[in-house]
Nanobody
Framework: QVQLVESGGGLVQAGDSLRLSCAAS????????MGWFRQAPGNEREVVAT????????YYADSVKGRFTISRDNAKNTVYLQMNSLKPEDTAVYYC????????????WGQGTQVTVSS
């Protein structure tokens, strides 16, 4: 199992930036892909961005392309989500998740961090 702890959320104004961090511990050697997801009130959880641990290849949801950047520091077992040009519709709880070797999806999840963007 991998333990994940997110940080960096907060209340900002539209157009501002935030950087989220996700620190992983435990069986981090088994992680294949790390992802950021978000869930707004009344909405289903959606993927925001993912990054492959070995190659750093990335995926972004269309709604955040060009504004958000996912990156990782394997030495620190930390994944980041740089969020620029934030919009009110980015308001959500952001979760970090890990896909492990042999897993069928994202097996481990953090507790989430709130991001609120005011207009």
């Amino acid at each position: 199992q991998v333990q994940l702890v997110e940080s960096g959320g907060g209340l900002v104004q539209a157009g501002d930036s935030l950087r989220l961090s996700c620190a992983a511990s435990g069986r981090t050697f088994s992680v294949v892909v790390m992802g950021w997801f978000r869930q707004a009130p009344g909405n289903e959880r959606e993927v925001v961005a993912t990054i492959r641990r070995s190659t750093s290849s990335t995926y972004y949801a269309d709604s955040v392309k060009g504004r958000f950047t996912i990156s990782r520091d394997n030495a620190k077992n930390t994944v980041y989500l740089q969020m620029n040009s934030l919009k009110p519709e980015d308001t959500a709880v952001y979760y970090c998740a890990a896909n492990r070797i042999g897993g069928s999806g994202f097996d481990d999840w953090g507790q989430g961090t709130q991001v609120t963007v005011s207009s």
